[in-house]
């Protein structure tokens, strides 16, 4: 089945340094990847559609210049937090879909625990 | 997207089955329903997804209803590994910037010993 891998799966910076997180899609190649962020006790929140070979789709309240997604190849997406601060201290998941539309799940990775201190 | 609701929580007994339900009353005739689930501090899991017929797998079996307002997930013999946080989704099934899944609060079902 589909694979997706995430690295780090956690990590601690420092404030106002950057930090960088991949997605991996490992057995498949993914034209689109998502990037979502998860705080304690709640959902997961969409941030941004990261599309190889073009710029990412960000959603509303969700700055570009401190979120920089690329996504410069069919197998890898880099969701990179610049000047980290401790309330983007969070669970940042990943997911990619198939190349080919289909009607099948979407695999997510297995996330990234990013502790500001 | 059309939105669903679910309870926030739910509990059943360790081999039991397990039924989880989703209301989705505004679902679209193009529109599928997908389950995720999340374990603690891991990534979602896909489990199944229908249209309009019932559909099992390895995991677990989805009852949609005929008029497709509503659906239940049944897992059929819970463990405790299936204390989760599950997610009932509709969406359009597609390829590209439009296949994004949009996430609600979910249900979260403990199973307990």
């Known amino acids: 089945g589909a694979v997706v891998s995430q690295h780090p799966s956690w990590v601690i910076c420092k404030s106002g340094t950057s930090v960088k997180i991949e997605c991996r899609s490992l057995d498949f190649q993914a034209t689109t990847m998502f990037w979502y962020r998860q705080f304690p006790k709640q959902s997961l929140m969409l941030m941004a559609t990261?599309?190889?070979?073009?710029?990412?789709?960000?959603e509303q309240g969700v700055e570009k210049d401190k979120f920089l997604i690329n996504h410069a190849s069919l197998t890898l997406s880099t969701l990179t937090v610049t000047s980290a601060h401790p309330e983007d201290s969070s669970f940042y998941i990943c997911s990619a879909t198939p190349r080919v539309s289909t009607t099948f799940g979407y695999t997510f990775g297995s996330g990234t625990r990013l502790t500001v201190v | 997207d059309a939105k669903t609701t679910q309870p926030p929580s739910m509990d059943c007994a360790e081999g039991r089955a397990a039924n989880l339900p989703c209301n989705h009353s505004?679902?679209?005739?193009?529109?599928?329903v997908y389950w995720y689930r999340q374990i603690h501090s891991q990534g979602p899991q896909y489990i199944i997804h229908?249209?309009?017929n019932n559909e099992t797998n390895e995991m677990a079996s989805l009852i949609i209803t005929e008029d497709r307002k509503s659906s239940t997930l049944i897992l059929p013999h819970a463990t405790l590994r299936d204390t989760a946080v599950y997610y009932c989704i509709v969406r359009v099934a597609s390829s590209g910037a439009n296949s994004k899944l949009t996430f609600g609060k979910g249900i979260t079902l403990s199973v307990r010993p």
């Open positions: 229908g249209l309009k």
């Open positions: 505004t679902i679209s005739g193009n529109e599928y």
């Open positions: 990261s599309n190889e070979g073009s710029k990412a789709t960000y």
